[in-house]
């Protein structure tokens, strides 16, 4: 989606895998409705074995609605059932407070 202003925030999600099985995601843009789709599909194919761990950096996320908050939290519940580890390395101010706001703010780094 392009703002009014001209500035693309649609949502990327760029991943590395590293050696020790630990997948490094950049996640930039809206993490709206919109987006919720292009992150879970960007994770269903980033996710395979050997991957054992996830670390989340969502600085460069500029709005993250209820589906994005959902999105989050269902990972979290992936992580948490003992699929893989997920660590939220870095995030930016709106999801702070989005995260905040639904009692998830001890998850934030």
Avoid: N
């Amino acid at each position: 989606m392009t703002r009014e202003d001209g500035v693309d925030r649609r949502l990327r999600v760029v991943g590395a895998q590293r050696d020790d099985g630990i997948l490094r995601l950049r996640v930039t843009g809206d993490l709206d409705i919109l987006g919720v789709a292009r992150f879970r599909e960007r994770l269903s194919v980033l996710l395979a074995p050997p991957v054992r761990g996830v670390e989340l950096d969502l600085r460069g996320v500029t709005f993250c609605g209820a589906a994005g908050v959902g999105e989050l939290l269902r990972l979290r519940r992936h992580a948490v059932a003992g699929e893989f580890d997920v660590v939220l390395v870095a995030v930016s101010d709106p999801v702070r407070f989005v995260l905040g706001l639904c009692g998830a703010g001890d998850w934030l780094p």
